[in-house]
């Protein structure tokens, strides 16, 4: 059978229903009555099991598959039954990556130019996918694929991403028809914001129990696994696997962390050595391939503090447990699809991550995440970092690593995740194993790749055609070329002869073989930002493995010639107009893109929650309110009215031995508490609380007073407070703190209030200015109302 019929009617999906041709009888038990079995939707015969496993914030040099520090046994394994993709490539960041990986389009075409949280209006950076580029998993869904995804999910847009959706751009919306993860850019693998499809779920045990997500999600994906072969062994699968790991915060056991003890005292630069040397000795690098240097906005390890190094080669230390961690954990799936008799029958991507290593933790690296993306650098002294040595990695922390150590997760290229114009961002060691469909194994292939190319590579394994409309919706064409053809054939003339690059305006092309970049930004660097027309732009040649010696004044020609080629891409795929606005993109207004929440007031209901920043009225930097109507049963109530964040920034609002009381954690470091003098009585009440900002800038602190039923009832003071993002997972919950508590008077299971909260209103600016400091019924409506 020729592909053409396996393929027979798969070009529009779904699949049309066809009236079968038969004759009509009057009785069923006419022996002239007949008609055809009932058959269920399968792929071609052959298809075979997917699975794409996507490691979080992790570079060529990190795994010791690709020559790097972090054991990681799995990986080694699966490349032994299958090949190494030493010139694989992703877009730099996050969210694109993976917008990208899932549609076989490039990111600026499926509108995911930066992470969901900067999209503005224009077409190549919205953050939504147009109903033009269906998900690979729609397509596989609809050719008779099971599908699921376990893990992290960042591409649903911002502005719909509360629990009323809508949810066309989450997994299940997207073509899985199971989704076990979260949603976002990162989440605390001790305490995750986890959704089962749709619905929030909380983890069945603490982290004092054993609690990892890595090692729930990985559970849930082997029950599913055994569930759907038990119950359709003859339906093949597709299961997108994507850790939280290894991005930040770097969280795993003392027992892994503890493993690479004193094994990065000789610091980062020594290690990009012995890294360098391994990976020519492994053959994931040419031997004539040369290290690349250290830049000058990257310090040395000599030029770091002698009394912060064993603090810095902690962070490095948790962070290679946190990998390995997470390598175990995927040969556990790897385990149970053996026991199942179908790993030779399944084609797997393990992909060592969706961009470089990350460099966003700062030159010197951070115990709290959430210091150094609120702007806070001077908060983490030497001294307190010390103190904390042995809490990186635990559920006390937020941690990152210094930015030198990413550089070395990189070896042997230039820079780290973000600065797409360089290898050390884009370049991603990746191993693709199918031994019932790949002849060669333990090989490495060295064809030029990139994150759009499995899309494609699947659907030709799958005997399916790229379908010329889904839905109802025609289609544009996959922009990424089938990999399928090198994987028996190292000597292949590579077909991916072109791609360019582009993250935050760093930018490049690939063109057979040659490549000319230019970084316009760097993550750790906040300095002023160059006029486009002046960045300088450097040129490799295709004998340069890792950009090592730059061209551009030899080659003049060659490089203007390049850099056109950049303009044609760049015009074709939606990546105009350069957007180098950073902190104008994180206003809803500025930048163009929905905001679900408008006004000066909000009005919450009990029982809501698991609301993210985004769903929720900005408090930060103002004057605010917080009124609460309660019932308290007969003697006394307990537990959260509202809280937003949780251990490492945020506030609570809640009663505490039956007073009112409010918490104000400032990163972690320290509770702002104010109590009421006496616990408040059974009945219906309002429980108030007034912050008055001090103003003169951002993250002052300001006054607070607590009212119940209009009376005031105590006051105090909050010293500073969180000026941009309390939190990238936790989120704000009406009668609870689910994930971790905001206040140390309450655990997340004594959270609860054992009353009954009705409604929780917040108000900012002017309605913190209310004389009578009550909330009349009148005023409910009209604002809810005004709301709908």
């Not at 108000?763 to 009578?772: P, Q």
């Amino acid at each position: 059978m020729t592909t053409q019929e396996r393929a027979a009617g798969r070009d529009h999906l779904p699949i049309a229903d066809r009236d079968a041709a038969v004759s009509v009888t009057y009785d069923a038990k006419d022996p002239a009555t007949s008609f055809p079995p009932i058959k269920p939707l399968r792929p071609p015969e052959g298809a075979p099991n997917v699975l794409i496993v996507l490691i979080d914030d992790a570079g060529f040099g990190s795994s010791s598959a690709f020559g790097g520090p972090c054991q990681t046994p799995n990986a080694e394994r699966l490349a032994e039954r299958g090949l190494k993709l030493n010139r694989f490539h992703t877009t730099a960041l996050c969210s694109p990556t993976r917008q990208a990986l899932l549609t076989g389009r490039n990111h600026h075409s499926v509108g995911m130019g930066g992470i969901t949280e900067i999209a503005t209006s224009a077409p190549g950076y919205n953050s939504i996918r147009p109903n033009t580029c269906a998900p690979l998993a729609e397509t596989l869904k609809l050719n008779g694929y099971s599908t699921a995804q376990f893990g992290k999910c960042h591409e649903v847009p911002v502005w719909e991403t509360s629990p009323m959706g809508p949810f066309s751009a989450w997994p299940t919306g997207s073509g899985f028809e199971h989704f076990y993860g979260f949603i976002g850019g990162e989440t605390n693998q001790w305490a995750p914001a986890i959704y089962r499809d749709t619905v929030p779920v909380e983890p069945d045990r603490t982290p004092e129990e054993g609690y990892h997500f890595t090692e729930d999600m990985t559970d849930q994906a082997i029950q599913w696994a055994r569930q759907q072969k038990a119950l359709m062994p003859d339906k093949p699968f597709f299961m997108y696997y994507a850790p939280g790991a290894t991005h930040a915060p770097h969280h795993v056991a003392p027992e892994w962390s503890e493993k690479y003890k004193g094994k990065f005292d000789q610091g980062w630069d020594k290690l990009r050595e012995e890294t360098f040397a391994r990976q020519k000795q492994l053959g994931v690098i040419p031997q004539d391939a040369e290290l690349t240097a250290r830049a000058p906005e990257i310090p040395g390890w000599d030029e770091m503090p002698d009394d912060l190094k064993p603090v810095l080669a902690r962070q490095m230390e948790v962070y290679a447990g946190f990998m390995e961690h997470t390598d175990h954990h995927i040969g556990r799936l790897f385990d149970a699809l053996e026991d199942l008799g179908i790993m030779d029958d399944t084609l797997v991507y393990y992909i060592v991550g969706d961009n470089g290593a990350s460099g966003e933790g700062t030159p010197t690296g951070c115990f709290n995440e959430m210091v150094v993306l609120n702007g806070g650098f001077g908060l983490e002294t030497v001294d307190f970092m010390r103190s904390k040595i042995d809490d990186f990695g635990t559920p006390k922390a937020y941690n990152h690593y210094a930015v030198g150590w990413a550089h070395a997760m990189d070896t042997p290229y230039q820079w780290t995740k973000q600065i797409a114009s360089h290898w050390g961002g884009t370049r991603n060691g990746a191993i693709v194993s199918w031994p019932n469909g790949i002849k060669s194994k333990g090989e490495v292939r060295s064809q030029f790749s990139h994150v759009i190319d499995i899309a494609p590579t699947i659907l030709e394994a799958a005997g399916l055609p790229e379908p010329t409309s889904v839905n109802g919706v025609q289609q544009r064409p996959i922009e990424g070329t089938s990999m399928l053809y090198a994987f028996d054939d190292a000597k292949a003339d590579e077909r991916r002869t072109v791609q360019y690059f582009e993250m935050f305006c760093n930018r490049g092309i690939y063109h057979n073989g040659w490549t000319a970049v230019t970084r316009h930004s760097i993550p750790w660097v906040g300095t002023a930002m160059p006029a486009f027309d002046d960045d300088v732009w450097e040129l490799y040649a295709p004998d340069d493995w890792t950009q090592s010696r730059n061209l551009a004044a030899q080659q003049p020609d060659k490089l203007r010639e390049l850099r056109r080629q950049f303009l044609l891409e760049a015009a074709r795929y939606n990546v105009f107009p350069l957007d180098d606005r950073r902190f104008e993109r994180f206003n809803p207004d500025q930048a163009g893109r929905p905001q679900l929440i408008h006004g000066s007031t909000q009005m919450l209901f009990g029982g809501m929650g698991r609301l993210t920043e985004n769903s929720v009225i900005p408090i930060k930097n103002k004057s605010f309110s917080i009124s609460g109507e309660i019932v308290v049963p007969q003697g006394g109530a307990n537990g959260v009215i509202i809280a937003q964040g949780g251990s490492f920034g945020g506030w609570a609002l809640y009663l505490h031995e039956g007073r009112p009381a409010f918490c104000y954690n400032l990163f972690g470091l320290q509770q702002f508490k104010t109590y009421g003098k006496d616990p408040v009585p059974a009945g219906e009440h309002q429980v108030r609380m007034e912050f008055t900002y001090a103003g003169g800038g951002l993250g002052k602190g300001g006054d607070v007073k607590l009212f119940v039923d209009g009376a005031e009832v105590g006051s105090g003071h909050v010293d500073a407070t969180v000026p941009m993002v309390f939190s990238a997972d936790e989120t704000t919950d009406v009668g609870n703190d689910s994930a971790t508590p905001v206040s140390d008077d309450y655990t997340p299971k004594t959270s609860e209030f054992t009353g009954r909260v009705r409604w929780v209103q917040i108000d900012i600016d002017e309605k913190a200015e209310d004389l009578d400091h009550m909330i009349s019924a009148d005023e409910r409506w009209r604002i809810a109302m005004a709301r709908q």
